[in-house]
Each structure stands twice: as C-alpha cells, then as structure tokens.
C-alpha cells in the first residue's frame, strides 16, 4: 500500500490550497482516511479524517469551518481543501489510512511522506 501526498507550498495568509492524497495497492472500503500535521517543534496532530465507506468526516477544532475533507472514489484520492489559512497552519501535512475509527496517529498504519505547507503572514 503507498500513499502519496501532493499540493503543499507557500501562500499568504487568508488564501487557499488543495491537498491531495493518491492511494495505491488496495481498496479501501472499510477504511479510515486522514490529514495528519506536524509543526515545528510539536507533535503530529489530527487535522480531519474521513470514512471511505459512507463519507462522514470529522475535523479538528482547530481547523472547523476552513478546512474539508472529501474523497474521489474513482481516483482512489482523499483530498483537504484548505481556506483561509493561517500562519498557524504552517507544517508538513502527512495523510495515513487505518481500519480503526480514530484521531491517533499511532493507530494509523500506513502513511504518505508528507507535503509542506507554508503560510506567510
């Protein structure tokens, strides 16, 4: 199974970009797929995660309302459609896949090699 994270780079503050999460190897019906992040000097942290099988999505507080995470069955593509971007925002993006319907990383058993993000304020 390998996941390959894309569409990281730099953008100013209140702008937009779209993460892309390519799935290759397997079917993931049954799975959950998720945006991880981690920034300098902290730990990875939950972003958003969706079920592959029905849709339905959680997000983190801190990202509620600006952040979507939607799924290309077809492509076998998990997308994080980020607005309105913050310097806090700022880190390496990994997307993971796990067949447990969790936010912790360490239940997550595979991993894309992360995209970074940079927001200038």
């Known amino acids: 199974v390998q996941l390959q994270a894309s569409g990281g780079g730099l953008v100013q503050a209140g702008g937009s970009l779209r993460l892309s999460c390519a799935a290759s190897?397997?079917?993931?019906?049954?799975?959950?797929l998720a945006w991880f992040r981690r920034a300098p000097g902290k730990e990875r942290e939950f972003v958003s995660r969706i079920s592959w099988s029905d849709g339905s999505t959680l997000d983190a507080d801190s990202v509620e309302g600006r952040f979507t995470i939607s799924r290309d069955i077809a492509k076998n593509t998990v997308y994080l459609q980020m607005n309105s971007l913050k310097p806090e925002d700022t880190a390496v993006y990994y997307c993971?896949?796990?067949?447990?319907?969790?936010?912790?990383?360490?239940?997550?058993?595979?991993w894309g090699q992360g995209t970074l993000v940079t927001v200038s304020s």
């Open positions: 190897g397997r079917t993931f019906a049954g799975y959950i």
């Open positions: 993971g896949a796990t067949g447990i319907l969790t936010t912790i990383p360490t239940m997550y058993n595979y």
